[in-house]
């Protein structure tokens, strides 16, 4: 069995895929690094927000099918983004909301419900050790989280700080934010080569539904859908990727780049999906449909700032 020496959990199960994710480990992509991080930040942020935690903590992110956890020692935990159809010793648990775990407690996951991607935030954070100041995990490179991995059967991971107790517990609930839709919206800042597009291309981008593949992972999101016509080529000189950068190859169909995205790339982005829409983004899974609609700088700033602002709020109200 491998732990980490302290109490805290043991997996029973891991599910489809569980790694330890934070917001990621930044200013290393200028030596091939890559971010990784949590593929929903907005989801990570109110699961710690909601066990009282930094909005930063590392947590568990779960996809497609969570996990099972026996408890070791008592905690608090919220579980957010997809639901995956949490239950603790087999009653529901409600997502967005804090629940005192005892020990000897089980969490598991009855099925997917709705989105795709789920988070665990455990009070006091996991003992897990920083790596270039983050505990995510970046699998291809086997580093940060544990053991540089994603969650095995039989592995133990230890709370930091174990609390038992939080202030306001019974207050500590949201209304969950993901709606499941026909075609899902992702608002989009045209560039930084959108020039290589003719105009034909650019209409196409911004006016045709396209299908999420089964090519869909943490590095990038694969889509189906009509061709989206380059001017001459969609190669370029290799330049740095985003979270969101849209990537259309030669054969014109678009890539969502992700969080384990690779630090730089030689195909052509016609534009970058904004940040306060990476919720819908993470929750996507394959045969969903998607539409891109273009905004201004300024408007993705604001809706970025709304999102901080309601953060802040609902920290606000809990503390109080």
């Known amino acids: 069995m491998e732990n980490s020496g302290k109490k805290g959990f043991t997996v029973l199960n891991p599910g489809v895929l569980t790694t330890v994710q934070d917001f990621g480990r930044i ?25 009282g935690n930094p909005e930063n903590e590392a947590v568990l992110e779960c996809t497609m099918l969570g996990p099972q956890l026996q408890f070791d020692e008592t905690t608090i935990i919220a579980v957010t983004g997809g ?11 409600k997502t967005y909301c804090a629940y005192k775990v005892n020990a000897g407690q089980t969490l598991r996951f009855a099925g997917l419900r709705s989105g795709c991607r789920a988070y665990i935030a455990f009070a006091g954070g996991l003992d897990i050790p920083e790596v270039m100041g983050s505990r995510s995990t970046y699998m291809k490179a086997k580093i940060g989280g544990f053991k540089g991995r994603k969650l095995e059967k039989g592995d133990a991971i230890g709370f930091r700080d174990p ?11 949201l209304t969950p934010e993901f709606v499941p839709r026909d075609v899902y919206t992702l608002h989009v800042i045209m560039g930084p080569q959108d020039d290589m597009f003719t105009e034909e291309g650019i209409k196409t981008f911004l006016s045709e539904t396209y299908t999420v593949t089964p090519e869909f992972d943490r590095m990038g999101c694969r889509l189906d859908g009509p061709e989206i016509a380059h001017k001459n080529g969609g190669d370029i000189i290799s330049d740095g990727i985003a979270f969101g950068a849209v990537q259309v190859p030669s054969a014109g169909k678009p890539i969502v780049m992700l969080a384990d995205r690779q630090t730089t790339g030689g195909y052509t982005k016609i534009a970058n999906v904004m940040t306060a829409d990476f919720r819908i983004l993470a929750q996507l899974k394959a ?22 602002g309601a953060l802040k709020v609902f920290k606000y109200a809990f503390e109080h």
Do not use: C, H, W
Request: charged content about 25%.
């Open 27 to 51: 200013g290393y992509q200028q030596f091939g690094v890559s971010v990784s991080g949590a593929m929903d930040p907005r989801a990570m942020r109110f699961a710690n927000l909601l066990v």
């Open 163 to 173: 609390k038992s107790e939080l202030f306001n517990l019974d207050k500590r609930n």
């Open 83 to 93: 639901n995956l159809g949490p239950t603790l010793d087999g009653q529901p648990l």
């Open 287 to 308: 045969g969903d449909k998607v539409r891109f609609e273009k905004i201004s700088v300024a408007a993705a700033q604001e809706a970025l700032l709304a999102e901080r």
